[in-house]
């Protein structure tokens, strides 16, 4: 076992380097040159297993404070920065009718729908856990030294697509069960009985990919808000690999 007396940060190490060679300043080191002297895991060193495992921890842990937060009775309704709007077409119709005292079913429809998502992001929560753990040490690696949000985007942009896919059918569920689907049905007759067009046929399914979207951003919002904790507040990282990666990278 190392002697932590003998431990040096990464930002020390920089400067010192940048100092004994001349350069201007320790950013101006190019980070690879500083990898290869910690070498893969010697004395203070930071092996990219540790590395990777530093990554899928804190998404881990943020996967888990973001479904808590946005998985209760108005964890979505009630936060501005991710509550669910009505889909554009819907929330058109609500503006107007809204002028006239008249729009209750939508409005309804609106708090249904932010409820679905409620009930649907802990039903998901393996479906995250599960894209953390196919993250490669290559693109931890990278993303360790990274923006403050670094892993979450990375996850984001990754797997969106299939996360879609997966959550749509847990959705669906979720709007079946908080009535929000029948709300769609009353809506289009009432629509109808003011001579309003109708919604069409692809209403409810438009319906559940625009709460998809919005849901799973309101997740990865939460997620990003984590990550960037653990990055820049010790007492944050509640475990001995989230102490050791960003502890060393800070």
Known sequence: MPDTKHLISRRRLACLIASATALPA????????IDGILGAGGAGGLTQF????????????????????VGRDGGFF??????????????????TLNQFGASGLLDELELQLNRGAEKAAPVAKDIFVSAVS???IADAIGIVRGADNAATTYLQDKTTARLTQLFSPILENALGDTGALRLVDQLDG????????????SAKSDLIAHGVEFGLSGVFH?????????????????SEILRKVFGYYS
């Open 50 to 69: 540790e590395a990777s495992q530093g990554i899928k921890a804190a998404l881990d842990n943020g996967i888990g404070q973001a479904i808590a937060t």
């Open 26 to 33: 320790c950013e101006t080191l190019d980070p690879a040159v």
């Open 190 to 201: 009432q629509l109808s009985g003011l001579g309003v067009r109708g919604l069409g046929a």
């Open 134 to 136: 196919q993250l490669s």
């Open 78 to 95: 009630n936060d501005s920065l991710i509550k669910i709007p009505l889909p554009t077409k819907l929330a058109e119709v609500q503006s």
């Open 222 to 238: 939460y997620i990003g808000v984590e990550e960037r904790l653990i990055r820049e507040n010790p007492a944050k990282r509640t």
